[in-house]
């Protein structure tokens, strides 16, 4: 995957230098470190062979198209092959003979021929000492900020409510290709650049923080074999999440269990041996005992500084690669609410970073990372982290937030099954308020956890899977845009651990290309036709995402523009003659899978379904156990209201008449049936209650319970 190394030294060359009638001189070494299809990353090394300068400017052209899309230790910026590197604020000054070094990730297509020629402060590099020259003052080009960050909405949601904004103001580019971290690592002291190497990550979930032990949550113990294969797909950073509280002895010492040491460390070196960048925490020791420190900070920070302490001693002189997060989704009992709570917070980051720079070796610079409180990214939290980071101030450290996207849509509760505009603005204004708070002041942020809470192998349905697509789609490329570290929280739901294997590989796909470029996505990816009768056309209208339309395959078959399918602007309409061959005999359920083409990209797939209207039958049963028998008939359950007879929502969440999937009620396609939970009937009053039942066609039906005590009856009339 890595090719052999491009350098390209380019001896000498001529610079303005910042004081006018100064001798000018330099040489440019560029390196490409390493390569794989489509993307690369390289060195940058600028000797100052004039007199000392303070303020540079680096630009060159690409002669094959390439473009950067991360960069570190510069600013960098693009206007088609012209690029421009500007020093950022550590690294303005070059004394005699000395070297500033910058790097970046980039991509390329078709050739990665290197620059032959740079310019310094606007003068040509030619390889020796120029004479005396005016001064062109370089002024740093502020990079493409997205845009203000939005006020924040009311919502039902127990999570982080929604928010409103505008779209991002930065036009799609490039991300970070999944290639090894870069070879001239970054040094201490760049915390921006050492996150930048970590994207993209991935969490090792539901393992050393499952309690009591590694395997208790039904995940099979790490292997290295397991850790080579996420490390070769792509991934840069693992977080190894893990629980303390059960495995260390009593107080006042709080010695760590020697075997689960020896255990988490043994994973840590494989990781650190297969090129990750490493994260270790205290993981679910949050709600277990750190959460009560407010009314017993005695006893709670003699506990925290102990374990803490003996980390740190442990992993001393590991690899600048291993990183310490404090706490994980920080929370607390017994304050007055959140601005207290910060403040709480605010003691324990303070003590766990000084701890950690007090025990020396490499602890001394190591990248730490500090939560907001329950690393939520509302702009109060994200305000009282400032002034932990304004307090320390130290250069090796980072903030961390998790995203789990809109709380409707992450859930499926309150009719959000799609990803529409609530969505969007959920997610754009969180990662804006991260960027303006902390990234555009040169501070990094590291989306420590990002998924959905609701999607999950063992509960199938609850969220659509091109639905799904979109968000992942939309995740990748805003947090790209923002210079914004992501790791995907996989506690099972996406890596088949046994078997070494995505469980769904068109999400991976999707996921993987987001790290670079933008993917077109569809309106929907299914098409659904009746069972009988006459097959119409269907149309779909195309999300581009800055790409283009190139065509749609079944197979390794083309199908036929203008024949199979026309497209008319951003609207792709399949024809019936099409249809009809793609249905087949027209058997319930999926008749045939094609796949929408971009230049760039995954591709889009399109089920062609079969189906006609569910249809149910009346039942009986108690609140503890309860089924409406139903024939699905090809079709997929997508959300369920419930209303009392004067329209007010009934059961669960009773601000919505939308319940949530699966929580609440669970189809069991199987059985030909749908279940309403005891959950459900809990909140129920006695009385008659109308169900809708809305299905992925578009199809609505509606069936009716009657409770009495714990009895329900239920009838389609």
Known sequence: MVAGALAVLLPAGVMTAVNAQAAAGCRVAYT????????????????????????????????SGQQVTQPWNSTITSSGAQVTAVNVSWNAAIATNATVSFGFNGSWSGANTAPSTFTLNGVTCTGNVGSPSPSVSPSRSPSASPSASPSRSPSPSPSASPSRSPSPSPSPSPSPSPSPSPSASPQPGDAMARVAAMQPGWNLGNTFDAIPDETSWGNPP?????????????????????????????????????????RVRQVVDWSLAEGFYVMINLHHDSWQWINGYPGDRTT??????????????????????????????????????????????????????????????????????????????????????????????????????????????????????????NVESDLVGGFDRVYNTFVSRGIPVIIGEWALLAYDYTRPGIIERGEFLKYIEAVGYNARIRKLTTMLWDAGSFLERNELRWRDQGIYEMMKASWTMRSGTASSDQVYLPRSGTITARSLTLNLNGTSFQGLRQ????????????????????????????????????NATIEARFFQGAPWQIGIITSDTPTQAAATGTTSSFSIPTQFRGDQLATMEAKYADGSPAGPANWTTFKEFWATFQPDYTANTIILKPEFFAEVNDGRVTLTFHFWSGTKITYYITKSGANVTGSTT
């Open 32 to 63: 490409v470190t390493s390569q794989w299809p489509g993307g690369f990353t390289a060195d940058v090394g600028v000797t100052n062979l004039g007199d000392p300068i303070n303020g540079w400017r680096l630009a060159w052209t690409f002669p």
């Open 222 to 262: 790490t292997t290295q074999a397991m850790l080579h294969y996420v490390r070769s797909q792509g991934y840069n950073s693992i977080r190894i999440p893990i629980t303390w509280s059960n495995h260390h002895g009593p107080a006042p010492d709080y010695t760590l269990d020697a075997a689960w040491l020896s």
């Open 555 to 590: 197979g390794g078959t083309n199908l036929a523009s203008g024949t199979d399918y026309t497209v008319s602007g951003n609207t792709l309409t399949l024809t019936a003659s099409a249809l009809t061959r793609l249905a087949g005999n027209r058997a319930y359920g999926v």
């Open 300 to 421: 709670v920070m003699n506990r925290y500084n102990a374990l803490w302490r003996q980390l740190a001693g442990t992993f001393r002189d590991y690899s600048q690669k291993l990183v310490f997060e404090s706490i994980n989704e920080p929370q607390f009992t017994g304050t007055s609410g959140d601005g207290e709570s910060d403040q709480v917070l605010n003691e324990l980051n303070t003590a766990f970073v000084r701890l950690v720079r007090a025990s020396g070796g490499g602890n001394a610079t190591r990248l730490l990372v500090l939560p907001t409180l329950y690393t939520s990214s509302e702009q109060a939290r994200l305000d009282a982290l400032t002034g932990t980071f304004n307090q320390l101030h130290d250069p090796n450290l980072a903030a961390t937030v998790h995203f789990y996207g809109w709380w409707p849509f992450s859930a499926n509760i309150a009719g959000g099954t799609r990803y529409d505009s």
